[in-house]
């Protein structure tokens, strides 16, 4: 297998996957390989009746739901890969995902991600002493990027003139700038000030760690999940979406309560840097000054 696996990696990496999780995936990928190995089974030959035991003896180890769908999702897209190389004639993971765990696609109302209430985000933020881990969140819920964006920003991103972010470009991102309002900005120029003092490494990143470094994909995770435990909006022994709170849920956030304060779904497409599939989007451009007079109109104030 570890050739198909290698293959499957660098196709990954030629479709634009981000660097940072084909760790994850690789790692799921050998615990397959280990079991399938362990009782003589070719990774070709896998068939919904494998996966079934598969899944039952991943549930006898005590892992959680969440990792079990994690596995089954990095195996869904490595037959996906068999399916389109020609090397099986179908994906099998699909039909087994859809029967077994019912989260998959599913959008009912036992399933929602969490989201939280504006009062709710002011005490999430508010609750945090340290100021860079106040910036981090603030920035994640005021302008809706992704965890991977926020840690790939350098100091030199924030105009601190205009209020706004550049973001790096990624195969996901259409619309790159971003805006902050007065009291995102108070925080993050805030936090520069104590930066220029850890930073001893001389780290372009916007934000760093206690050693001088980028911050990690799993240091925003802490970040956002202690501060909502912190308040009671993270429950971390719970399997259902509703009670537990990730970095992500702040772009939920973002995005449910601009719409609420009555902003057009095409400006809220641009601010999350959605693709704009339809014609007439592609066709209608957006002045960024009057982008940035409906954020600074919708965008909520959490008294940070």
């Avoid at 959680?64 to 037959?79: A, G, H, K, N």
């Avoid at 501060?227 to 979406?241: E, I, W, Y």
Wanted: with cysteine; aromatic share 8%.
């Amino acid at each position: 297998m570890d050739s198909l696996m290698e293959r499957f990696l660098q196709d990954c990496n030629t479709r634009g996957m981000s660097p940072r999780t084909l760790p994850g995936y690789k790692s799921a990928l050998k615990m397959f390989d280990l079991y399938l190995n362990q009782r003589g089974i070719e990774v070709l030959a896998v068939d919904r009746d494998v996966l079934r035991r598969f899944l039952e003896h991943s549930r006898g180890r005590g892992l959680s739901p969440r990792t079990i769908e994690l596995f089954f999702s990095v195996l869904s897209s490595f037959y996906e890969y068999l399916a389109y190389e020609g090397m099986v004639s179908a994906n099998p993971v699909l039909v087994v995902r859809k029967r077994y765990l019912r989260r998959y696609k599913d959008n009912g109302d036992g399933h929602e991600r969490q989201l939280i209430s504006v009062d709710d985000m002011a005490r999430l933020i508010n609750s945090e002493i340290d100021i860079r881990n106040r910036a981090i969140i603030a920035l994640l819920a005021k302008t809706g990027m992704r965890r991977n964006e926020l840690m790939s920003l350098d100091a030199s991103d924030f105009d601190q003139v205009e209020n706004k972010i550049r973001l790096k470009p990624t195969p996901k991102r259409t619309n790159r700038t971003l805006f902050i309002d007065d009291e995102t900005a108070f925080i993050l120029r805030r936090w520069l000030r104590v930066r220029e003092g850890m930073n001893r490494k001389r780290s372009p990143a916007l934000f760093i760690s206690t050693h001088g470094n980028r911050i990690s994909r799993n240091d925003v995770y802490q970040v956002v999940v202690k501060a909502a435990k912190r308040v009671g909006l993270h429950d971390p022994k719970s399997d259902r979406m509703e009670d537990r709170f990730s970095p992500h849920c702040c772009r939920h956030w973002f995005t449910t309560h601009l719409r609420r304060a009555g902003m057009r779904r095409e400006f809220i497409q641009e601010l999350r840097g959605d693709a704009r599939r339809e014609a007439i989007d592609i066709y209608d451009h957006i002045d960024l000054m009057e982008l940035k007079e409906a954020y600074l109109a919708c965008i909520p104030q959490l008294g940070i």
